[in-house]
């Protein structure tokens, strides 16, 4: 007999043992099952009310496969699914939530190796948070991307698009009937956003780290080869299990230093620093935001990916996908780190790094940007950081002083920001309080706000905007994110007054708010603590214990992890 984990449930020759085996053979499972071979928990994000992840139940039969190839018993698990799309106020608020379902599932249940079935965007860093707590060896097979978006001759990219499209639409420059047509054009087949959103970001996160089989990320969610994948990930998980090649001895920081470098290349989303902040702190390393600039801003831009680029990830993978970028920043990673392959990225890419459209993935000698990292700022407008992402704003705008034009919420800024009275021009900076972690709460996706529709007519496309919120991945524009402290917590940003002038320096690392350190003080006096938006059950929890958005905002009682043993039986 092992000595596995769920040897403790199903070996057991007493009553627990019975209750334990018995009651799982109601679902057909032979004797020779519970013989002490390894046990593989397959925790699926799928769900119906996340699009993105609709298709995982097939691929977790396909992960099935290869568990019992290799001699495992694969179990599947669901937990809270978190659909960017439909799941109010924001996926966000949740993915605490999810990341404790996904540990306390993982623990509390006879498994001792997990394979994680992620797409959206926060299924990705939540589980991989939950696993990260319990410290069993984990594999991530990625949901992959929709095919590319196609409308009336050209290539749409969701998100990217549906920016864009709101625009024209506003300026009378698309109609209804074309704007309803998009919707399908845009999603036209399973798999999550195909722009360099937040989920494709996520997916080359996870490569990157080394939490996957090399060349995941890209692969579209239709693709036969995404299939491919999935089967051998199932046999892979067995043999970690053997091998007890547990998620801490990939996730070292010489990991996370890659996985900053990588997301600089491919111009990943801002929401990538959050959550890569949050799994650091589940398997102790230590990672600060000044690390995302330091190790990331004067890294290139490698790939012309909207919404940094013009091409979709459909076009990534067929280009060569990951492996081409991790092979032209070999010399700026650290290639021996070893992955969930039991080899490293070096022997990973051996035979996989070939490029097959320099269009789509530059090489390191004539980048599309020679400097495109996330950019961290500091001043007295963030005492704790904020960022930008220059691969997406408009260079003119990068140093920019400008009039404050203030919206207190987002209803304020709902109802007036289209009011042709509004006091505002192309060279004002517009400032959003209260979307931040507390303020919301959950950090919305609000921060690229939508700007007035008589600055658009006059064909102004970007302007500073400055927010405690976060934005989507395939967003675009001058948009300083995340600023901490926010405002609901008494952040300077809370003291933001119409007519304040405020400066914008990204190669200074700077934003300055120009009002005096003593009229600061003076309407700190007068500025009161919003009251809580709720009292009672998961959102009070929330909004008591998280951390701010430079700290990751996960619940300061989960940083650190509690291990995989349980040693008391349930009855």
């Not at 039969?61 to 799309?85: C, D, H, N, Q, W």
């Not at 199932?234 to 547990?246: A, F, P, S, T």
């Not at 959950?442 to 921060?447: I, Q, S």
Request: glycine content about 10%; aromatic content about 6%; proline content about 5%.
């Amino acid at each position: 007999m092992s000595t596995y984990r769920s040897t403790n449930w199903f070996g057991k020759k007493d009553k627990m043992g019975f209750i334990y085996r018995s009651w799982m053979k109601n679902q057909g499972f032979p004797e020779d099952l519970f013989d002490g071979r390894p046990v593989i928990g397959i925790c699926n994000t799928w769900s119906e009310l996340t699009p993105c992840n609709a298709h995982l139940r097939d691929i977790a039969e396909v992960v099935k496969r290869g568990v019992y190839e290799a001699g495992g018993f694969p179990v599947e698990f669901p937990i809270m699914s978190l659909g960017e799309t439909l799941l109010k106020p924001t996926a966000m608020l949740f993915r605490t939530l999810a990341s404790m379902d996904a540990e306390a599932s993982s623990r509390g249940n006879p498994v001792e190796g997990v394979v994680l079935l992620p797409g959206c965007d926060k299924t990705t860093p939540s589980t991989l948070m939950g696993a990260a707590s319990v410290d069993l060896p984990t594999i991530v097979v990625p949901g992959g991307p929709m095919l590319n978006g196609r409308f009336q001759g050209q290539q749409i990219g969701s998100g990217t698009h549906v920016w864009k499209f709101a625009d024209e639409m506003k300026k009378g420059n698309m109609t209804p009937k074309d704007y309803l047509f998009a919707e399908s054009c845009m999603s036209r087949s399973a798999g999550h956003c195909m722009t360099m959103g937040t989920a494709s970001t996520m997916a080359c996160m996870v490569e990157s780290l080394g939490m996957t089989l090399s060349g995941a990320a890209a692969i579209p969610a239709v693709d036969s080869r995404k299939k491919v994948l999935a089967h051998l990930s199932g046999r892979r998980i067995v043999e970690m299990v053997k091998e007890d090649l547990k998620m801490s001895k990939i996730l070292t920081r010489q990991a996370f230093e890659n996985a900053i470098k990588v997301n600089a290349a491919v111009g990943g989303s801002t929401n990538f620093i959050i959550h890569l902040t949050a799994i650091a702190g589940r398997i102790g390393v230590e990672l600060n935001l000044e690390d995302f600039d330091k190790l990331g801003s004067r890294i290139p831009l490698l790939l012309n990916l909207m919404p940094s680029g013009k091409y979709l990830m459909e076009d990534f993978y067929y280009a060569g996908g990951l492996p081409v970028i991790i092979n032209e920043l070999k010399e700026h990673l650290h290639m021996d780190t070893i992955t969930v392959t039991g080899k490293s990225h070096a022997e990973n890419i051996t035979d996989t790094c070939s490029c097959y459209n320099r269009d789509v993935i530059y090489p390191m000698e004539q980048p599309m940007i020679p400097e495109a990292g996330t950019a961290v700022l500091k001043g007295n407008l963030a005492l704790n950081g904020c960022v930008i992402k220059p691969s997406a704003a408009t260079p003119a705008l990068m140093q920019h002083r400008g009039r404050a034009v203030v919206f207190e919420t987002i209803e304020d800024y709902h109802a007036r920001i289209d009011d042709p009275a509004l006091d505002i021009d192309e060279t004002c900076v517009m400032v959003l309080k209260r979307v931040g972690p507390v303020g919301y709460p959950g950090m919305p996706e609000v921060g690229n706000m939508a700007l007035p529709k008589k600055l658009l007519d006059k064909g102004i496309t970007d302007m500073v905007r400055i927010s405690d919120g976060r934005m989507s991945g395939t967003a675009y524009g001058t948009v300083v994110l995340h600023v901490s402290p926010e405002s609901a917590i008494g952040g300077n940003l809370a003291l933001v007054e119409n007519g304040d002038f405020i400066e914008l320096d990204v190669a200074g690392r700077r934003l300055h708010l120009d009002v005096p350190d003593e009229v600061l003080q003076q309407r700190r006096q007068r500025w009161g603590k919003d009251a809580q938006l709720m009292n009672r059950g998961y959102v009070s929890l929330y909004v008591n214990h998280v951390l701010q958005a430079d700290k990751g905002a996960d619940f300061d009682f989960l940083v650190g992890g509690s291990g995989s043993e349980v040693s008391r039986d349930s009855h």
